[in-house]
């Protein structure tokens, strides 16, 4: 059996039944959190992780622009989604503990490939309207 692809597995079914239930108040947690997804971030290595780290910035970004009703052009699902990913790269205990290093970052990194890709449309609109090249994130 391949190890990752039933992580990514797993991964994508506690993020999809985790963000129907994510609320309000969460995402100004997660906000009041972004230090921490900083600080996360910029231990990866960008040549390696670049790309997941433009997309952890791009889903911060949205998730504030949605809370302060800057852009609301966008369905709670794909919020949700964000919501219970960032959520799930700030959780010290995952389903692959980040202490190990080369399968913690990697199954987030996976996660976000494929979440952004199950919600691309709307991160392109995203993007459009905040003015960034969405080809920098996909």
């Known amino acids: 059996m391949n190890n990752n692809k039933h992580s990514q597995e797993e991964i994508l079914e506690e993020i999809d039944i985790r963000s129907e239930n994510i609320t309000n108040d969460e995402i100004n947690e997660i906000i009041s959190e972004e ?41 709670w699902r794909s919020i949700g989604f964000i919501a219970a990913a960032v959520l799930y790269f700030i959780n010290p205990f995952d389903v692959v503990p980040d202490m190990l290093p080369v399968f913690g970052y990697g199954d987030d990194a996976m996660l976000f490939a494929a979440l952004f890709k199950s919600i691309q449309t709307d991160l392109e609109k995203y993007a459009g309207w905040k003015g960034i090249n969405s080809k920098d994130y996909f």
Not at 47 to 56: D, T
Not at 68 to 74: A, F, G, I, P
Request: hydrophobic letters at 35%; proline letters at 2%.
């Open 35 to 75: 230090k921490i997804v900083d600080k996360k971030s910029s231990a990866l290595d960008i040549r390696k992780y670049g790309r997941f780290i433009r997309q952890m910035k791009l889903a911060m970004s949205l998730l504030k622009d949605f809370r302060n009703k800057s852009y609301t052009d966008v369905p």
